[in-house]
Each structure stands twice: as structure tokens, then as C-alpha cells.
């Protein structure tokens, strides 16, 4: 048996194995697999927009003759791979955030690890959360400067940090997450921007699972305590509430210049499909009242449900922590033959003995499904 036979074996036995599932299409809140219907519980589809069949026929039937209705851009962006389409959609964005800029990328991933890997250098530091998500570890560990990551939502511990160490560096940046991905839970951002300008840091707030979902021009956790303005770069997907694909980030003229021409996975990307780039940009322009309606429907789901399980949650996103790997798979399990479709969260993705269910509400499921769901829990949990 070699290395990598070794690895998966070892990564079965410990209830850790991934597999990828074999999805046959999805319709409006549920996901068909193996010809089986589900309330999809999964989906970071947080307005339900992806599979809206009526608006993505009136899409299609609107911009099917635009020349630029093409399904791949065919070259990164420096080169042949843009069109005035591609800066309409970073000047809504910019509009709608206002910021005096905006780049695209291909993916949050891709954004997170290209802004945060050029933006410092040797002689530099950042200050992240212990719980940001891997995309931003990577883009720390590519730009080879020092790190400190604080305790989760800890600021007397960041501000500890800083105070320890800021003055030995030249430049200084502090990340968090807005929502966080695992746990659903909110940053304190003001008390960021009071510690950025205290320590002479620049602030940059991943709005990836609250774009879409907070604020009143739908810009996330920023927006809603009033503070987009004092946050020097917001990174946010496309791919989740949006129902699109991408990323992007929003900042003054100056940052984006220099991403530009500094951040390699913007630099060494083929573009976006420029079909997805217009399906953003109308969507912005045309259904926006519609996707206001829909954040509101979710808003008041999740308030709904965190009320039901007696929790201090403020998300659509609700962690169910089960502990141990095997109960939390069987768990899982029960809930796909009784039609909810909730997949096990397992280490590498969260520390040991916290595996859990992680729920992504939706805005088109209803709360009486969201009670059904917790009674299986709770019998599953008194077995």
C-alpha cells in the first residue's frame, strides 16, 4: 500500500473520507441525487436566484443577441479577455459599496488569496482571526510575512497583539470575516475600524457570506453598522446569494490600480465567462427589488428558527455541533432518508471533536421543515 492509499485509508477509519456526491440537478429549495428529492440544506444559494427558472429564461431571452452573450472569455484580462461588460459590473459594485473601485475574480478563493499575498511583503504583518477561512490563510502564507492570529472574535487579545507588535513592522493588516462560514457568527467590525485607526492598520472584511443578505443595499455587515466607508478593502463572492460565479473586491482607486498589476491571480487567470458577468450586471440593474424581498424572506426565517432552538445566532448560517465524527455522519445520514439534504463538517475544516451539521437557510424554506428538522435531531441525540 503506498502513501496516498495509506492517507485515504487512514482518512476512512477516522469517519474523515470525502466523497463527492453524485448531484442530478437541482429545483427551486430542493436538490435531486440518485433520483431522490431533497430540501437542500447545503446550498450557499442563500435568495434562491440560482434555480429561478423564470428569471433565468427572461435573462437568456433579453441578452441572447448581445454580442457579448459568450460562454468563455477566452484569455485573462491584461490580454484579450475583457469588454466594456466587465467594468460595468465592477462600477455597479463599486456604486453599490461606495467605493471608488472594483476588481472581478474568478472565484473568492482567488480573490482573498491574490489581494492578501501582494498587498504585504517581507517587513510587514497581519492580524487575522483564528477562524478566518482558508483562502485567507493561504494568501497570508503566500505573501511570506509574519502573521498573528487572534483568538475567534477576540479583541481584547487582537489589541494585545497589536500592542506587542506593530511598531516592529512597516505596514500592518487586520482581516476578519464578516459572517463567518462554520459558525454563523458576526464580527464586532466597528470595534475593528476603532483598533485600524488606533494601530495604523489597513482593515479588509471578507463580506462573502453576508453580501446578498445584510444591509440595506444588500453590502453585508459593513454596511449595516455604518461602517463601509472606515473598511479600506471588502472582498465578497458572486457565487453564493448572487447566484452567479466569481468574486471581486472594493476599495479606493489606488488599492485596485495595484491589484491590477500586482496580485497574480488576477494577472494569471483566464476572465470570467462574459455570460456570467452580464447575468450579474442584470441582475443588479433589474431585480433588485425582487432580491430585497427575497433577503427580508431570509432574514425572517433564520430569526425564526435561532428564536425555535433557543440560541444567540444572527445568521443563516447554523452550526449544529454533534463533537465526534461518526455520530455526526450517522446523523446526517438519518436526516438524508427523512429528506434533508445536510452533509457532515469534519476536520481539516473544523477543529477536532467539533464535527456538526452546517446549515445554509435558504430563503424559500419554511419554518415548519426547519422544526421538522431539529425534532429528527433531538431524537437522534436521546437514542
Known sequence: M??????????KQEDCLRKISNISYKEDKYIIVNGKKYINLSSNDYLGLSTNKDIIQEFIETNKNNNEFLFSSASARLLTGTSSIYSKLENNLAKLFNKEACLLYNTGYQCNLGTISSLVQKGDVIFCDKLNHASIIAG????????YRY?????QHLETLLQKHRTKYKKAVIISESVFSMDGDIADIKKLVELKNKYDCILIIDEAHAFGVFGKNLCGISETVNVSNDVDIITATLGKAFASVGAFCVANKTYIDYFVNKSGSFIFSTALAPVNVMWTSWLIENKINLIKEKEQKLNTLFKHVHEYIKDNGQSQ????IIGQNKQTVEIANKLQDEGFFVLPVRVPTVPPNTARLRLSLTADITFEEMKTFFEIIKEQLQR
Do not use: A, C, G
Not at 497570508?140 to 502573521?147: C, W
Not at 483568538?151 to 479583541?155: G, Q, R, S
Not at 448560517?317 to 449544529?320: D, F, M, N, Q
Open 317 to 320: 448560517i447554523i452550526p449544529v
Open 151 to 155: 483568538k475567534h472574535l477576540d479583541y
Open 140 to 147: 497570508m502564507k503566500l505573501s511570506q510575512t509574519d502573521f
Open 2 to 11: 503506498n502513501f496516498y492509499e495509506q492517507e485515504l485509508t487512514k482518512l
